[in-house]
């Protein structure tokens, strides 16, 4: 009896010290610059989700320094250099780019040897950045009326099954089963109430909601990656393991989604909402671990979904009229020396002389 207490005892303290590294130590130096957010600008039809991001070119990104979740000291911040993300809207979808640097690591099936990335959201009005909406229930005593406000949805993308430049993320055989799993390429749809109170969409401590979504879509590349045609998985492993370059993650999601149970973010036009962003890397050639993962800061980062403007909306309909007015211009050229070649070529002709018809009179 007294054994199986102490059991107990050092299970729940574990599980504590478990939830406590999940918050950062408070170090003033990661502290961000308030002035700092993402931006999602208005854009129409310009973004294709397929991990190459030259479509991304005109579009603002912000910058952040990756330093370890559980103890963001400055000499221990990620080496490979900072990570851009960037954010458009075209009013009915928002969309993402996430770029680092970093030596190609890619194991076939090895998740953890390969990297990751996740997009965190607060739901809740309460849910924190620290301990994943900060919800102090233990497993097992989660529920969406013990920690009602502290919801917050989770995108996480682990590429080891995934190929470079497929499309990953919902699909009809996930989404028919009704929840936000990826069995394909692990881009999946979560939410959280704190580390250990983690579930799929559609699945929880409650009830197993049948008509859930993965309504998330994404895909990955590296610049040392030659085959723009496109892979397939007998390429595997894609490229040559350690050659430097730049990783590209590239994801989008309805702005509003047909969630009932708060596991969804929802993003309105014109507000702001919290963002957090998180990368694994198995340094050193050592698979990485849940909690081992860098942040790209230490509390939400503002999302700005911004309204249409003048601007954005005049480079909106430039890009959907560039083709048509492209194609008219060629019409109109090829039209104009049609012209000039006939005129030229009948003026060159010998003219032709006028036989006048004789009008014969009846009689």
Not at 116 to 130: C, H, K, R, W
Request: charged share 20%; glycine share 10%.
């Amino acid at each position: 009896m007294e054994r199986s207490f102490a059991l107990s005892l050092l299970a729940i303290s574990l599980l504590l010290f478990s939830v406590r590294a999940h918050e950062h130590h408070g170090d003033s130096s990661c502290e961000m610059d308030p002035n700092v957010r993402v931006l999602a600008e208005f854009r129409q039809g310009t973004v294709t989700v397929d991990g190459h991001v030259d479509d991304w070119d005109g579009v603002e990104g912000s910058e952040f320094e990756l330093r370890p979740a559980l103890d963001p000291d400055e000499d221990k911040k990620y080496q490979g250099g900072k990570l851009t993300v960037k954010a458009i809207h075209d009013g009915s979808n928002i969309y993402f780019a996430l770029q680092v640097d970093g030596e190609y690591a890619y194991t076939k099936g090895e998740s953890k040897q390969c990297p990751s990335v996740a997009l965190m959201f607060q739901i809740g009005e309460n849910a924190s950045y620290d301990s994943m909406g900060g919800c102090a229930n233990l497993p097992g005593s989660c529920t969406s009326q013990s920690c009602q406000g502290h919801e917050v949805d989770i995108m996480h993308f682990s590429i080891g099954t995934a190929i470079p430049g497929r499309l990953y993320g919902g699909n009809i055989i996930d989404n028919t089963a009704g929840n936000g799993g990826d069995r394909f390429g692990h881009l999946v749809d979560i939410y959280a109430w704190n580390p250990h109170c983690r579930y799929l969409d559609g699945i929880g401590p409650d009830v197993n909601y049948t008509n859930a979504l993965n309504d998330w879509h994404g895909a990955w590349w590296h610049s040392s990656l030659m085959l723009h045609s496109g892979y397939i998985e007998e390429n595997s492993p894609y490229a040559t393991q350690g050659q430097k370059g730049t990783y590209y993650f590239e994801f989008s999601r309805p702005l509003r989604t047909m969630d009932r149970f708060q596991q969804d973010a929802q993003f309105t036009i014109g507000m702001v909402s919290k963002l957090a962003v998180a990368f694994w890397y198995p340094t050193g050639g050592q698979p990485w671990s849940k909690s081992q993962h860098y942040s790209g800061s230490c509390n939400w980062i503002p999302l700005d979904v911004a309204l249409p403007s003048r601007a954005s909306l005049s480079h909106s309909n430039n890009s959907s009229w560039d083709a048509a007015t492209a194609f008219s211009l060629l019409i109109s050229v090829v039209a104009f020396c049609i012209s000039v070649f006939i005129g030229y070529w009948v003026s060159k002709r010998k003219e032709v002389p006028f036989m006048p018809i004789e009008m014969t009179s009846v009689r």
